[in-house]
């Protein structure tokens, strides 16, 4: 494959980003996954996304009780990895403890529409008093779509699954997958859902122990976060197609901001939403090109989601702008 690029000058990657956050234990082991799983899809010829989902949890404590956190549920991950899987993309699936994984995520629903695990199987009581565990006949068909598409993926060894819980995991994570996708040129892709902390408690600032509340209500000094955007653009992963995120509650900030993070990181794509509509609205916003990819309440009330629009369009947009041929 060949690719050439050059490094833009405008925006000065810190190096020292990660300075602050000290590397999670499991840092050499995830590393090594994450290397041989590179290693094993350039062999196999694939292009890679690297998917980012879920929110990082900002600890109060160093033995933690409380912490920051926020409202994403890793649905738009969770869900653009399995379409990205579908369209023959390997994926590194980097996502918070317990927020929706690919496939299970069918498993979890709550309501009418989807399956959960405790519906699918039924008792059934034996003439010898002993019990058999059935699957429930009428779960099959959707059960069976889900089962294909996951033992698909497991047996061509597709999907890496990389946890996190804190900003800190996060971040040095998605330090090693970014630049992990160097060798696969501009057939990588990262697309970065998940939803980051902007502020953190230093760790000399954190109490050992848990906040007592006979203290009274603590006085919690936060620091700015670095935008890793600039670090995963321009040095990490700078010869890979890269595709951010812009979440706002106020429409009238969205796209502008989307573009000032576009002219300022100098990636690819910035995927604009706003909170109450993002399960059915999003603007894909590119230095030449602003379309809105709408999900209408009739694909939506079928099952449809957004987020396949969106990969088939990224997935577009990543043979056109990068011009890459591949199997
Ligand atoms: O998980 P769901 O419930 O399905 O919700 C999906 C979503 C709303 C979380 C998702 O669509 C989304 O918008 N994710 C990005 C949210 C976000 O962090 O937006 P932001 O405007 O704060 O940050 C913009 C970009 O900067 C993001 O791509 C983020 O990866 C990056 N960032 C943020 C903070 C930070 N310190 N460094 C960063 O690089």
Known sequence: MNCSFSKSKDVEADEDALAAFS?????????????????????????????????????????TVRFIDNF???TRGSAAAEYFLQAGYAVIFIHR????????????????????????????????????????????????????????????????????????DYLHYLKVAAEAIHPLGRSAMVFLAAAVADFYVPGYALPEHKIQSANGPPVIHLRQVPKMLGNVAQQWAEVAFVVSFKLETDHSLLVKKAREALVKYKHQVVIANLLESRRTKLEVITVEDHCTLILSEEELNKGGEVEEKLVADLIQRHEQVFRVTWN
């Open 23 to 63: 590397p999670p234990k499991l840092l050499d082991e995830v590393k090594e996954k994450v290397l041989s799983f590179v290693q094993l899809q350039l062999s196999r010829k694939r292009k890679v996304v690297v998917v980012t989902s879920g929110g990082t949890a900002v600890p109060l404590e160093h033995k």
């Open 72 to 74: 994403s549920t890793g």
């Open 97 to 168: 403890r317990k927020t929706l994984m690919p496939f299970r995520r069918h498993l979890d629903k709550n309501g009418s529409k989807g399956l959960t695990i405790l519906d699918m199987f039924q008792l059934h009581p034996e003439s010898d008093g002993s019990q058999t565990l059935r699957v429930d006949q009428t779960q099959i068909p959707q059960l069976s779509s889900v089962l294909t598409a996951y033992q698909s993926v497991k047996d061509q060894e597709m999907l890496l699954c990389i946890e996190f819980i804190t900003l800190c």
